[in-house]
């Protein structure tokens, strides 16, 4: 997985908490994702960032904030959590010397479950 | 608004026939079309990709089939191996938006004996 650790794995939680989910990359690549999977839905961008403190919204950002205080570590924040949200959500890298048509890195995910 | 369309949803195929599955995209500036290929339990990760100025990109059992003026683009897996069973997702992007792509909705592949 090309170095991409999400934690945690596995998470239950219940509607209204805040959760933070963390991306950690070991290839020093620039750009950084968070991504949604939903059956009928595929794969839906939250947020992404392009550099150390610059990050942007995605297709889906309601609800969600993000964080990128170090090129390695990527942080989604669900500020409280709804059913809604219950998703597998992955975290990708890209190398980000192109601007555009890079190969994207992902993790292994993390299963939410919102009750 | 879903961009980029993805059939069938779910596919089965007999070991060692040909697996296709197709995706409609709407948008004239996507310029970069891939495909991944997921495991259950692992992210997606990059099969093949192509772009517009080619009509079919072939790598091994696997080809990409490009038809502009269609706005279509296709996926055929040849001798379909067990091993192939996996979801599929097309994608879309263009130049200028940091490799933000475009999913499809995922196809389902099940290669039997």
């Known amino acids: 997985d090309a170095g991409i650790t999400q934690s945690p794995r596995h998470k239950v939680t219940e509607t209204g908490t805040p959760v933070t989910l963390r991306c950690h990359q070991t290839e020093n690549h620039r750009y950084m994702y968070w991504y949604r999977q939903d059956p009928g839905h595929g794969l839906r961008l939250i947020h992404y960032s392009y550099g150390v403190k610059d990050t942007d919204k995605g297709e889906v950002s309601d609800g969600y904030s993000v964080s990128r205080s170090k090129t390695e570590d990527f942080l989604l924040t669900l500020e409280s959590a709804t059913s809604s949200q219950t998703s597998v959500y992955f975290c990708?890298?890209?190398?980000?010397?192109?601007?555009?048509?890079?190969?994207?890195?992902f993790g292994s995910g993390t299963q939410l479950s919102v009750l | 608004q879903q961009q980029v369309k993805q059939s069938p949803q779910s596919l089965i195929v007999q070991k060692g026939g040909i697996s296709i599955i197709n995706c409609a995209y709407e948008?004239?500036?996507?310029?970069?079309f891939p495909w991944y290929q997921q495991f259950p339990g692992k992210g997606p990760a990059l099969l093949i990709a192509i772009r517009p100025d080619v009509s079919e990109k072939k790598e091994g059992r696997f080809t990409i089939s490009f038809n502009k003026s269609a706005k279509q683009f296709s996926l055929h897996i040849m001798d379909s191996q067990p091993g192939d069973s996996a979801t599929y997702f097309c994608a879309a992007d263009y130049t200028g938006t940091a490799s933000k792509l475009t999913f499809g909705t995922g196809t389902r592949l099940q290669v039997t004996l």
């Open positions: 948008n004239t500036a996507f310029d970069y």
């Open positions: 990708a890298t890209a190398l980000g010397v192109d601007i555009t048509n890079e190969k994207l890195f």
